[in-house]
């Protein structure tokens, strides 16, 4: 069975920072492209960050770069995301999310990725 675990969501205040983990069961894992995405309550699911197969190549949302970071480690199946100077604008579910398509470094589109954790929620307060 395959799963994606998020962890590390919680209450912080304005300026703090939170690193979320994903753990992956997934066995194709080294080959998928991992990506972050967060949800707030009636908006739409929008894309974090992105990280290409082999580690390098990453891309953040506008509204994130130079704040927060994206890295995975494929011998321990797991994608991060480390967030610095959290604000009230970074509230919402984050998910980890995983692309099986092949052929480009990463995506960022949802709807190119197939297999999604159960989400952890992350409030930040002013």
């Known amino acids: 069975q395959e799963q994606l675990v998020e962890s590390g969501g919680g209450l912080v205040e304005t300026g703090d920072s939170l690193r979320l983990s994903c753990q992956a069961s997934t066995q194709s894992f080294k080959y998928d492209v991992m990506a972050w995405f967060r949800q707030a309550p009636e908006k739409k699911r929008e894309l974090v960050a992105t990280i290409s197969y082999n580690t390098i190549n990453t891309y953040e949302a506008d509204s994130v770069r130079g704040r927060f970071t994206i890295s995975r480690d494929n011998n321990k199946k797991t994608v991060s995301l480390q967030m610095n100077r959290l604000g009230p604008e970074d509230t919402g579910v984050y998910y980890c999310?995983?692309?099986?398509?092949?052929?480009?470094?990463?995506?960022?589109?949802?709807?190119?990725?197939?297999?999604w954790g159960q989400g952890t929620q992350v409030t930040v307060s002013s």
């Open positions: 999310a995983a692309s099986s398509r092949r052929g480009s470094l990463f995506y960022t589109d949802s709807d190119d990725y197939d297999r």
